[in-house]
């Protein structure tokens, strides 16, 4: 049996050295050492013979230290104990304190009355190879970084009271470490051990991905006859397993009733995240096609013709299910995220009350892995969970963001890039292809028939701004054939969207973000100043904002309240202002010579009757030899050109309208299917919208073309979504009329 003694300071033994150490004490149970010599300091020996309640009328801390190494384990060592190592024991008899109090996992636990504990905790490392769930001891904590094991034991203080030595003697013999239900038991009443560190929880389970769809119109195809009749719908019965990393802790608390309270808790301060990268995502074999069944058998009545997926070539199959599984492991790993970032420091990510008595072999499984860091199996029956929170035998779910994030569900959005013109799913399917778009979380099935492929997103500028630009203006085709009546739909809504991502995310950066959210009315300028100066920089972001526009706001763009085609100095103003409220004149002198430009009605006025063209520098501030000049210039004539192209667009685009709807004269369109005069004004738009496509001056370097939709269409029906690292922000405005007017 290993050697276990106590000593003071100068190494002399004291009368606690004897320690009845059984097969109770888990320092028993997993030394792979051969002593344990601990070291107190003289303010533990003058108290040790007095009872806990006097030795500390209030909570109280003594810093013990090791004498020589020492290695708990299972097969091979895996706790690392050194001489440098913090060894803390902690008193508290103080009754309704918080045993916690201080401590960086915050979920409280009180003291009961008559109560008293004594604790020690050990701060180790865990190393020499072992790491995740390989071990007893690892608890999924990472591989050579640090760990904190700590056994809090209850004592009575109001009779049979211990003193300060003997129920330190008690607490070191019956010594708990959480690593099996084995050592469960072990526990008496009120007692709490736990493990601490820096690692990953795997968990998994079933969950169901709703699909809604964003119907859009290719620019530069054709419109085909018939009714389009797509709906969003939900990808049921898929399987997941997801990583979920940080700074942990496994607490586990024996209660007054006999049962064990299991608790996984995220250190206060930070965020737990889902991991991607060492994440399994959605069970789906990329040979076969039955992901894509799934996800597009949910959008038209019917389905889509098998023919269709049984003629898609291996490398089809191969490609279009990985751009589906990455969108489903996004959705799902950004609906764990929100549930982890709503938690408050002193709420558990899982818990559940353990009875081991009523255990099976299955649920004890669950458990036992579970206290590994493995929580696959336990979340796996979530979704069994009865009235009183029942999982399985034994098992009771408390509470779990696995189960939350799986109840509020997972949303992937799908833009299909083309159906409008094609009508059926089963033409897109015919030429066409799946893109997952990482900064939105969306994915895009795209028409490839008369149009450019833009393939995989891989590049984080070129490729990403390729479909920003795809996806505009096939909401500028979308909003203008819905507004004019030139194709059948039952009721048509389509999104514009704005997205993008960093690597290395700056103040500067999540600015910007917040910024976009302040004009898109998602945030006030309060809040957006304090995400900005919380935020911690260096770490990866991305960002998506959102205008959604229905048949009435399809309206609102063209038309005014009266009915009339607006105006293109309207559109100009609309655009003037748009782009003033996504300029920071504090962002620089460039910046601020922009924003003074358009801020001054005369100045502006001026510039549009100029024009952009070189012209616009007698409205700088600064001489032709001012280093400044030709930069300020380039950016204000590309500012003019960007607005006026919108409005003459929008204007042309009204006008179109305009005589559609005067052609039809209230039918319905479905009737005219045949009728050539209607033919040939439904060509009429498509090649004046293509036309405009060609013209246009828009950057995309920021969401100019969606502010000016959003404002055009009433100000009404914004949404976005921002992450970046432990901050996630998901916010939706408002969207009825009269909300938007009163703005």
Same mark, same amino acid.
Request: net charge negative; glycine share 10%; aromatic share 6%.
């Given at each position: 049996?290993?050697?276990?003694?106590?000593?003071?300071?100068?190494?002399?033994?004291?009368?606690?050295?004897?320690?009845?150490?059984?097969?109770?004490?888990?320092?028993?149970?997993?030394?792979?050492?051969?002593?344990?010599?601990?070291?107190?300091?003289?303010?533990?020996?003058?108290?040790?013979?007095?009872?806990?309640?006097?030795?500390?009328?209030?909570?109280?801390?003594?810093?013990?230290?090791?004498?020589?190494?020492?290695?708990?384990?299972?097969?091979?060592?895996?706790?690392?104990?050194?001489?440098?190592?913090?060894?803390?024991?902690?008193?508290?008899?103080?009754?309704?304190?918080?045993?916690?109090?201080?401590?960086?996992?915050?979920?409280?636990?009180?003291?009961?009355?008559?109560?008293?504990?004594?604790?020690?905790?050990?701060?180790?490392?865990?190393?020499?190879?072992?790491?995740?769930?390989?071990?007893?001891?690892?608890?999924?904590?990472?591989?050579?970084?640090?760990?904190?094991?700590?056994?809090?034991?209850?004592?009575?203080?109001?009779?049979?009271?211990?003193?300060?030595?003997?129920?330190?003697?008690?607490?070191?013999?019956?010594?708990?470490?959480?690593?099996?239900?084995?050592?469960?038991?072990?526990?008496?009443?009120?007692?709490?051990?736990?493990?601490?560190?820096?690692?990953?929880?795997?968990?998994?389970?079933?969950?169901?991905?709703?699909?809604?769809?964003?119907?859009?119109?290719?620019?530069?195809?054709?419109?085909?006859?018939?009714?389009?009749?797509?709906?969003?719908?939900?990808?049921?019965?898929?399987?997941?397993?997801?990583?979920?990393?940080?700074?942990?802790?496994?607490?586990?608390?024996?209660?007054?009733?006999?049962?064990?309270?299991?608790?996984?808790?995220?250190?206060?301060?930070?965020?737990?995240?889902?991991?991607?990268?060492?994440?399994?995502?959605?069970?789906?074999?990329?040979?076969?096609?039955?992901?894509?069944?799934?996800?597009?058998?949910?959008?038209?009545?019917?389905?889509?013709?098998?023919?269709?997926?049984?003629?898609?070539?291996?490398?089809?199959?191969?490609?279009?299910?990985?751009?589906?599984?990455?969108?489903?492991?996004?959705?799902?790993?950004?609906?764990?995220?929100?549930?982890?970032?709503?938690?408050?420091?002193?709420?558990?990510?899982?818990?559940?009350?353990?009875?081991?008595?009523?255990?099976?072999?299955?649920?004890?499984?669950?458990?036992?892995?579970?206290?590994?860091?493995?929580?696959?199996?336990?979340?796996?029956?979530?979704?069994?969970?009865?009235?009183?929170?029942?999982?399985?035998?034994?098992?009771?779910?408390?509470?779990?963001?696995?189960?939350?994030?799986?109840?509020?569900?997972? +949303?992937? @959005?799908?833009? %299909?890039? *083309?159906?409008? !013109?094609?009508?059926?799913?089963?033409? /897109? #399917?015919?030429?066409? &292809?799946?893109?997952?778009?990482?900064?939105?979380?969306?994915?895009?099935?795209?028409?490839?028939?008369?149009?450019?492929?833009?393939?995989?997103?891989?590049?984080?500028?070129?490729?990403?701004?390729?479909?920003?630009?795809?996806?505009?203006?096939?909401?500028?085709?979308?909003?203008?054939?819905?507004?004019?009546?030139?194709?059948?739909?039952?009721?048509?809504?389509?999104?514009?969207?704005?997205?993008?991502?960093?690597?290395? +995310?700056? @103040?500067?950066? %999540?600015? *910007?973000?917040? !910024?976009?959210?302040?004009?898109?009315? /998602? #945030?006030?300028?309060? &809040?957006?100043?304090?995400?900005?100066?919380?935020?911690?920089?260096?770490?990866?972001?991305?960002?998506?904002?959102?205008?959604?526009?229905?048949?009435?706001?399809?309206?609102?763009?063209?038309?005014?309240?009266?009915?009339?085609?607006?105006?293109?100095?309207?559109?100009?103003?609309?655009?003037?202002?748009?782009?003033?409220?996504?300029?920071?004149?504090?962002?620089?002198?460039?910046?601020?010579?922009?924003?003074?430009?358009?801020?001054?009605?005369?100045?502006?006025?001026?510039?549009?009757?100029?024009?952009?063209?070189?012209? /616009?520098?007698?409205?700088?501030?600064?001489?032709?030899?001012?280093?400044?000049?030709?930069?300020?210039?380039?950016?204000?004539?590309?500012?003019?050109?960007?607005?006026?192209?919108?409005?003459?667009?929008?204007?042309?685009?009204?006008?179109?309208?305009?005589?559609?709807?005067?052609?039809?004269?209230?039918?319905?369109?479905?009737?005219?299917?045949?009728?050539?005069?209607?033919?040939?004004?439904?060509?009429?738009?498509?090649?004046?919208?293509?036309?405009?496509?060609?013209?246009?001056?828009?950057?995309?370097?920021?969401?100019?073309?969606?502010?000016?939709?959003?404002?055009?269409?009433?100000?009404?029906?914004?949404?976005?979504?921002?992450?970046?690292?432990?901050?996630?922000?998901?916010?939706?405005?408002?969207?009825?009329?009269?909300?938007?007017?009163?703005?």
């Amino acid at each position: 049996m290993p050697d276990f003694s106590i000593a003071d300071s100068l190494g002399n033994p004291t009368d606690i050295s004897k320690i009845n150490w059984t097969s109770a004490s888990s320092l028993l149970n997993y030394a792979k050492s051969e002593s344990l010599h601990l070291l107190v300091v003289p303010d533990f020996i003058s108290r040790k013979d007095k009872p806990l309640t006097a030795a500390a009328p209030d909570p109280t801390t003594f810093h013990f230290s090791i004498q020589h190494d020492f290695q708990l384990g299972s097969a091979t060592p895996e706790v690392d104990l050194t001489p440098n190592s913090t060894i803390t024991l902690t008193v508290n008899a103080t009754s309704g304190s918080n045993l916690f109090d201080g401590d960086a996992f915050h979920v409280p636990v009180k003291v009961p009355p008559q109560t008293g504990y004594v604790g020690l905790s050990l701060e180790g490392s865990l190393d020499l190879g072992v790491s995740g769930t390989s071990g007893d001891l690892t608890f999924g904590i990472d591989r050579n970084t640090g760990i904190t094991i700590e056994y809090l034991k209850a004592f009575p203080v109001d009779r049979n009271e211990p003193t300060l030595g003997d129920a330190t003697a008690e607490m070191l013999s019956s010594f708990v470490i959480p690593a099996g239900v084995a050592d469960l038991d072990r526990l008496g009443v009120n007692d709490v051990c736990s493990v601490s560190g820096q690692g990953s929880l795997q968990v998994s389970g079933g969950v169901s991905v709703t699909t809604p769809v964003n119907p859009l119109a290719s620019v530069n195809l054709p419109l085909g006859t018939g009714t389009l009749a797509i709906q969003g719908g939900a990808m049921a019965g898929l399987s997941v397993s997801f990583t979920i990393s940080g700074s942990y802790q496994i607490r586990v608390l024996r209660l007054p009733g006999g049962a064990i309270q299991l608790s996984y808790l995220r250190e206060a301060g930070t965020t737990l995240k889902t991991d991607l990268t060492a994440s399994a995502g959605v069970s789906v074999d990329l040979g076969t096609t039955d992901l894509l069944a799934k996800l597009l058998g949910a959008f038209e009545k019917g389905g889509v013709d098998p023919s269709v997926l049984s003629s898609l070539s291996p490398d089809d199959v191969g490609d279009f299910t990985a751009a589906v599984k990455a969108g489903v492991d996004h959705s799902v790993a950004a609906s764990i995220d929100l549930a982890l970032s709503a938690q408050t420091d002193d709420q558990a990510a899982f818990q559940y009350e353990i009875r081991t008595e009523l255990l099976n072999d299955d649920s004890r499984r669950a458990v036992e892995r579970a206290l590994k860091g493995d929580l696959t199996l336990i979340t796996a029956l979530e979704e069994n969970a009865e009235g009183d929170g029942a999982i399985a035998p034994g098992i009771r779910l408390l509470n779990s963001v696995f189960s939350t994030a799986r109840t509020k569900g997972a +949303t992937l @959005k799908v833009n %299909l890039l *083309g159906i409008v !013109n094609l009508i059926s799913m089963t033409k /897109l #399917m015919n030429k066409c &292809e799946f893109l997952f778009e990482p900064a939105s979380g969306d994915l895009t099935i795209k028409e490839t028939a008369q149009s450019e492929k833009i393939g995989a997103i891989t590049d984080p500028v070129k490729k990403q701004d390729a479909l920003r630009q795809a996806l505009y203006y096939s909401v500028l085709a979308t909003t203008t054939y819905v507004a004019g009546k030139a194709v059948t739909m039952p009721a048509l809504a389509c999104d514009a969207t704005y997205f993008t991502l960093s690597r290395n +995310t700056d @103040k500067q950066t %999540l600015a *910007g973000y917040t !910024n976009w959210f302040v004009v898109l009315s /998602l #945030m006030t300028p309060d &809040e957006r100043a304090g995400f900005v100066t919380h935020f911690d920089e260096g770490v990866p972001s991305r960002c998506a904002v959102r205008t959604h526009l229905d048949d009435t706001l399809c309206e609102a763009l063209f038309f005014d309240e009266q009915g009339k085609v607006r105006p293109v100095s309207e559109y100009q103003e609309i655009g003037r202002q748009a782009l003033k409220g996504l300029l920071d004149p504090a962002n620089g002198d460039i910046d601020r010579m922009r924003y003074q430009l358009l801020d001054d009605s005369s100045k502006w006025t001026r510039a549009v009757q100029i024009g952009p063209s070189p012209a /616009l520098g007698d409205l700088l501030p600064l001489s032709t030899s001012d280093p400044q000049f030709n930069l300020v210039l380039a950016d204000v004539t590309g500012d003019l050109a960007e607005i006026s192209w919108w409005a003459a667009g929008m204007q042309k685009a009204g006008q179109a309208i305009e005589q559609m709807r005067t052609f039809l004269a209230g039918r319905d369109p479905s009737s005219l299917a045949g009728d050539p005069g209607f033919a040939q004004r439904r060509d009429g738009l498509q090649k004046l919208m293509l036309g405009v496509v060609a013209s246009s001056k828009l950057r995309f370097h920021e969401p100019l073309g969606i502010v000016c939709l959003f404002r055009a269409a009433g100000s009404r029906g914004s949404s976005g979504e921002i992450t970046a690292g432990s901050l996630v922000i998901q916010r939706v405005g408002v969207t009825d009329a009269a909300a938007g007017a009163s703005r």
